[in-house]
């Protein structure tokens, strides 16, 4: 049975660090809901009510466009293993950039990875645990490097022209809020 909580107990964040995955959920009440898979070293847990990822280059930009339309997103870490549980973060997100004040003091949490692109910050508002008993159980081979690789070969010049062309509004034509200062 769901059970809820108001922060991130101890136990969860214990939880949420053995995880090599998680998901992002966003959307607006006029915009295809998004879902995104994340992985790599990219996730922080900054304390019981905030956690934040480093948010590489990709194809597009819709949690940025979302969160700049309405905020809200779900975080979901799920165990593969033998200890089944689903773990979900609600709250109010938003993108944090190279021009923001706070940019500084959050990127110092992360490690140097290709496509750097902004960090998403997350405020939680609730947490929510499930049995996750239908969970199928996987085996972790390894990281994925090939977006790491492609950002590399991109380069800094490549990158910023990836912006401008695919990451400045969403598929729904929502501004993205990218490179607005540039």
């Not at 059970?3 to 607006?28: C, N, S």
């Not at 021009?99 to 997350?122: H, S, T, V, Y």
């Not at 159980?137 to 991109?154: C, P, Q, S, V």
Request: glycine residues 8%; proline residues 4%; charged residues 25%.
């Amino acid at each position: 049975m769901a059970r809820f909580y108001p922060a991130l107990e101890e136990r969860h964040r214990d939880f949420i660090a053995a995880q090599k995955l998680f998901f992002t959920a966003t959307g607006t009440a006029d915009s295809r809901l998004n879902l995104s898979p994340k992985g790599m070293d990219s996730l922080r847990m900054i304390d019981a009510h905030r956690v934040a990822y480093l948010d590489l280059t990709g194809s597009g930009n819709e949690t940025a466009a979302h969160l700049l339309h309405n905020g809200r997103m779900t975080m979901m870490w799920c165990s593969f293993d033998a200890d089944p549980l689903i773990l979900r973060v609600y709250g109010r997100g938003r993108a944090v950039r190279r021009q923001d004040p706070e940019w500084g003091e959050l990127r110092g949490l992360f490690l140097d990875l290709p496509g750097e692109r902004q960090i998403i910050l997350l405020e939680i508002d609730s947490v929510q645990t499930s049995c996750g008993y239908a969970v199928p159980m996987y085996t972790f081979n390894g990281e994925r490097d090939t977006l790491a690789h492609w950002a590399e070969k991109k380069g800094a010049v490549g990158l910023l022209d990836y912006w401008r062309e695919k990451n400045q509004v969403s598929i729904d034509g929502l501004p993205t809020g990218l490179l607005e200062n540039e």
